[in-house]
C-alpha cells in the first residue's frame, strides 16, 4: 500500500490494572471492529484508546478510573512509536514516548523513556509536539497562541457518543470558532507549512519592531524634555575638544604647581594615595569588563558554531528521512571494496549487500528519538545565544567610557608625579575646580554618546526589521492566495466523498438518495447536505459518521491532506438507528476501506454487526457482554 504522511495505526492497545492487563488486543490495517452488548465497555476501550494517543476526556467511567495506565504501539508514518499514559482524573496528564515497538519497549530500562509534559515550556516541548514532529505535521497555533495538540486533532478524528450529532467535532465545554477552524485548516492540508513559519516570523518581527518603536519613542521624549538635540558624531567632536581643553589645565597645572614654594608632603601624600586608588578601580574595572567582553565573543563564537552544526545534523536527517522515503533500500549490483558482482537474492529483511538482519522500523525510531534530541538542544542553545547577545551589546558601549576614565585618572597622577607639589594656593584650586568639573562633562558627553550609539543600533535594527517585514509581508499574501486555492480543492473533494456516500444510504431520507452539494464549515461545527442541516436524529447520526468517513477517504485520494488516515467511530446505531440502515452504514465502511489502496485504518464500535462482518477478520478482541465486559477487573 501507499503510506502518505502523516498516518496513524494503532497496532496493540493494552489496559493495565495491579500488574496484569485488564485489556489487550492487537489491531490492523483497514476496518477494526469492536463488538458487544449496550453497556458492556465499548465506548470505555474508544474512549482509553484515544485518551493513550494524547486526547482529553471530560468524563471518566468509574471502570477505568480502577485502572493504572495505557499502553499502545501505533505506526506513526510506518515507524513504530509506543506511548504509555498514566489514567487519573485529573487533567493535562503526561505521557511517556518509547521511540520503538513495544516488544522492544518492554525490555528496555526506564531510562530509555522519554517523558513529556502535555502543555510544552521553554525547556521541555510537549507530546503533541513530539508527535506532531514525528508526523511532520505543523506547530499550528490556535486560540490566543495555544498550540493545536493531538487533543484537538482527535476530536476531528473520533466520533463518539455524547457528542449531538449536529457537531462533526467532539464537544468540548470551552469551544471557539477560531480554533475549529484552524484545525480544520490543518487537517484539510489547507496551511501552507511555509505561510505558517512566515506568520510566525513576521508576529515575532512585528512585537521586536513594535519594542523597538517604544524604546526609541521614551528616548526621544526624555531628550526632547532636556533640550538635547546633539548627534553622536558632534558629540563626538566636544568629547576630542573637552580633552583638549583638559590636556591644557592639566599644563598649566604643572607650570603652576613647579613655580611654588614647597609645601608639606602630607597633603601631596593624601592626593597621590587618592589618584592611585581611583586609577586602580578605573584600570579593574576596564580590566573587568574588557575580559568580560572578550568570553563573550569567544562563547558566541563557540556557540553560533555549534547552532549551526546542530541545524546541518537537523538538515542531514531530515535529508536521510526523504531519501529513504523515495528511493528504499538501496541496492547493491558490485561490491564496493572488489567489485566483484554481488549475488542478487537474499533473505527477505536482510542487507542486500552484507546480508546482516535489517530492523529498519528500529532505526526510524532511533531516527525520532534523535531528531527530538537535537531540537532540544537547538532550542537551548539559542536561548543562550540570545542571551549573550545582549550582554555583548552592553559591553561594548561600556567600555569606551571605562577606557577613558582610565586615561584621565593615569594622565592626571602623572602630571602631578611630574611636577614638585607646591602649596595649594588660590590659582591651584582653581585649575583643579576647572579640571574636576571638565571630567564631569566628559563623562557626561560619552555617557549621552552611548545613547546616541544606542539609538542608531536601534535605529538600524528597525530598518533591518521594516526591509525583513516587508519581504514576508509580500510572501504571506502569494501563499494566501495559493492556500484559498487549497482550501476550495480539499472542500471539493470532501464534498464529493460525502455525497458519494451519502447515496449509498437505504431509502430514509430523500435528500441523501439525490445529493448533490455537501457545504462544511468548520468553524460552525456543521455540515449542510444541498443547504439542509436538519434531518431526523438517525438520518443525523448517519450523516456524521458518514462525513467522517468522507474526511478519510478524501486523505487517503489527496497526499496533501494532513487528516492522519485514522479514524474512530463511536455509536454506529445511535439515534434509533434501525437494525438494517446499521448494517448498511458498517458495509459501506468496509467496502470503501477494502477499495483504498492507501494506509488507512478505521476503528468502529457496534453493538448490531452486520452477520457478514461477525464472521470476517476485521472484529478485535472478545465479543463484550454484560457477563464478559471489555475490561477484565
Not at 284 to 313: M, P, W
Not at 407 to 434: G, I, K, W, Y
Not at 484 to 512: K, M, N
Not at 579 to 586: A, G, K, M, T, V
Request: include cysteine; proline fraction near 3%.
Amino acid at each position: 500500500m501507499t503510506l502518505h504522511k502523516p498516518t496513524i495505526a494503532v497496532r496493540r492497545f493494552a489496559v493495565s490494572r495491579r500488574g496484569r492487563l485488564a485489556f489487550d488486543a492487537e489491531f490492523h490495517n483497514g476496518v477494526n471492529i469492536l463488538r458487544g452488548e449496550n453497556s458492556s465497555g465499548k465506548s470505555t476501550i474508544m474512549e482509553l484508546l484515544a485518551y493513550g494517543l494524547g486526547s482529553e476526556l471530560r468524563y471518566w467511567k468509574k471502570e477505568a478510573l480502577l485502572c493504572d495506565y495505557t499502553i499502545l504501539e501505533a505506526l506513526v508514518n510506518g515507524t513504530p512509536v509506543t506511548l504509555r499514559r498514566a489514567i487519573s482524573d485529573s487533567k493535562l496528564n503526561p505521557l511517556d514516548i518509547y521511540w520503538g515497538s513495544l516488544e522492544e519497549a518492554q525490555g528496555a530500562p526506564q531510562a530509555a523513556w522519554e517523558h513529556y509534559p502535555y502543555r510544552g515550556t521553554e525547556q521541555r516541548i510537549s507530546f503533541s509536539q513530539a508527535l506532531f514532529r514525528a508526523m511532520t505535521m505543523p506547530q499550528v497555533h490556535g486560540e490566543r497562541g495555544a498550540n493545536i495538540t493531538m487533543h484537538q486533532i482527535l476530536r476531528l478524528a473520533y466520533a463518539d457518543q455524547v457528542t449531538p450529532a449536529a457537531q462533526i467535532f467532539r464537544f468540548e465545554q470551552f469551544d471557539n470558532a477560531l480554533t475549529r477552524e484552524t484545525i480544520g485548516d490543518l487537517l484539510c492540508g489547507i496551511y501552507d507549512d511555509r505561510l505558517y513559519l512566515v506568520r510566525l516570523e513576521l508576529d515575532r518581527l512585528e512585537r521586536e519592531h513594535g519594542q523597538l518603536t517604544a524604546q526609541l519613542s521614551s528616548i526621544y521624549n526624555i531628550l526632547g524634555r532636556a533640550e538635547q538635540t546633539a548627534t553622536a558624531e558632534f558629540l563626538g567632536q566636544e568629547i576630542i575638544a573637552r580633552q583638549a581643553e583638559r590636556k591644557d589645565l592639566l599644563s598649566k597645572l604643572e607650570s603652576v604647581r613647579a613655580n611654588k614654594a614647597s609645601p608639606s608632603a602630607g597633603s601631596g601624600s593624601r592626593e597621590d594615595t587618592k589618584l592611585r586608588l581611583e586609577l586602580r578601580d578605573a584600570r579593574t574595572a576596564y580590566q573587568v569588563a574588557a575580559e568580560a567582553r572578550d568570553r563573550l565573543q569567544t562563547e558566541l563564537e563557540d556557540s553560533r558554531s555549534f547552532i549551526n552544526a546542530i541545524l546541518a545534523r537537523l538538515s542531514a536527517v531530515d535529508e536521510s528521512i526523504k531519501v529513504q522515503d523515495w528511493l528504499g533500500a538501496m541496492m547493491f549490483r558490485f561490491c564496493p571494496a572488489c567489485f566483484n558482482p554481488l549475488a542478487t537474492h537474499s533473505e527477505p529483511g536482510s542487507c542486500p549487500l552484507c546480508k546482516s538482519a535489517l530492523d529498519s522500523p528500529r532505526d526510524n525510531s532511533a531516527v525520532l528519538r534523535m531528531r527530538n534530541e537535537l531540537d532540544l538542544q537547538l532550542r537551548e542553545s539559542q536561548g543562550l545565544q540570545q542571551q549573550r547577545s545582549t550582554e555583548f551589546a552592553k559591553l561594548e558601549r561600556d567600555l569606551p567610557a571605562l577606557k577613558d576614565r582610565v586615561d584621565r585618572t593615569s594622565s592626571h597622577l602623572q602630571s602631578m608625579l611630574r611636577a614638585p607639589v607646591s602649596q595649594v594656593d588660590q590659582e591651584v584650586e582653581d585649575l583643579s575646580r576647572r579640571l574636576g568639573s571638565l571630567d564631569a562633562q566628559i563623562e557626561s558627553l560619552y555617557e549621552r554618546q552611548k545613547l546616541f550609539s544606542l539609538i542608531k543600533e536601534l535605529s538600524d535594527k528597525k530598518a533591518q526589521l521594516n526591509s525583513e517585514m516587508s519581504k514576508l509581508r509580500e510572501e504571506a499574501e502569494t501563499r494566501r492566495s495559493m492556500q484559498e486555492r487549497r482550501r476550495q480543492e480539499a472542500y471539493l473533494a470532501i464534498s464529493e466523498c460525502t455525497s458519494t456516500l451519502l447515496r449509498r444510504d437505504l431509502d430514509r431520507q430523500p435528500d441523501f438518495r439525490t445529493a448533490n452539494n455537501v457545504t462544511i464549515d468548520f468553524a460552525a461545527n456543521q455540515v449542510a447536505v444541498d443547504g439542509e442541516t436538519q434531518f431526523s436524529a438517525s438520518s443525523m447520526v448517519f450523516l456524521n459518521k458518514v462525513f467522517h468517513l468522507a474526511l478519510l477517504w478524501a486523505a487517503t485520494r489527496h497526499a496533501f491532506f494532513r487528516f492522519p488516515r485514522f479514524l474512530m467511530l463511536d455509536g454506529i446505531e445511535d439515534g434509533g438507528m434501525e437494525r438494517d440502515r446499521s448494517h448498511n452504514l458498517q458495509r459501506i465502511i468496509s467496502d470503501l476501506s477494502a477499495n483504498i489502496e492507501v494506509d488507512h485504518q478505521i476503528i468502529f464500535a457496534t453493538a448490531e454487526i452486520d452477520p457478514d462482518l461477525e464472521k470476517s477478520s476485521l472484529v478485535i478482541a472478545h465479543h463484550f457482554t454484560h457477563e464478559q465486559r471489555s475490561l477484565t477487573l
